[in-house]
């Protein structure tokens, strides 16, 4: 029986590798086999009198259950991808999380926090994707440049990053899974030293990532 454990734990780290060697992005394989792993170790516990069959029946379960949320986000994150290419709007994997990149000038005026009515497709989109895929806690963060007081950049950012907020959830996104941070110019992609880095620095992110994560 031990050998029926052996070769679950063997075939599970082969699977993780694979998945890792093909595609870095892809989080099912890896959370399918950290589970698989554990599944394998509580049913060899759990099933004393037969620990290969208890390992098994284990691995099953822990498979399924820890291939959920990576395969939740790959699925999320190619939706929005298809769903908001050619809006402006940038997507991005980090790790668990999904963040949407909404650049300021198509989503605001210059110094409005007043949504543009030309981003309200996207934002739809945006929301619709989110009462969809309802697992995850949302944070939309506003950005600024450098130009201007700090403490004004900060009230707009601010201002900025609830009014996104405010749109989702009119849209019906549960406002309990919404957080909104106004981080003004401290976090900035890119220089502050020509307009073209300042317009890149001005933007509303949207991050996306597992609930138990905060």
């Known amino acids: 029986m031990k050998t029926s454990v052996r070769l679950i734990v063997a075939t599970t780290l082969i699977t993780l590798l694979s998945g890792c060697a093909v595609d870095g992005m892809n989080k099912t394989a890896t959370y399918g086999g950290i589970g698989v792993l554990a599944g394998a170790a509580t049913g060899a516990l759990v099933g004393k009198h037969n620990r290969g069959k208890g390992a098994l029946i284990g691995a ?103 009014s996104v907020a405010n749109y989702l959830i009119s849209q019906g996104v549960a406002g309990t899974r919404i957080s909104t941070v106004g981080a003004g110019p401290d976090q900035p992609i890119a220089g502050n030293g020509t307009e073209a880095e300042r317009q890149e620095n001005r933007r509303v992110e949207i991050n996306l990532q597992p609930m138990n994560q905060g």
């Open 60 to 162: 099953a379960l822990g498979g399924m259950a820890g291939a959920g949320y990576g395969y939740y986000a790959d699925k999320q994150e190619a939706e929005l991808r298809h769903q908001l290419e050619g809006s402006g709007v940038g997507v991005q994997r980090q790790g668990d999380a999904i963040k949407l990149i909404m650049p300021g000038n198509i989503t605001f005026k210059t110094s409005s926090s007043d949504v543009s009515s030309n981003f309200y497709n996207p934002l739809n989109q945006v929301a619709a994707s989110l009462k969809r895929y309802d697992q995850s806690a949302i944070t939309v963060v506003g950005h600024t440049d450098n130009v201007g007081s700090r403490q004004r950049n900060m009230d707009l950012s601010q201002l900025r990053a609830q």
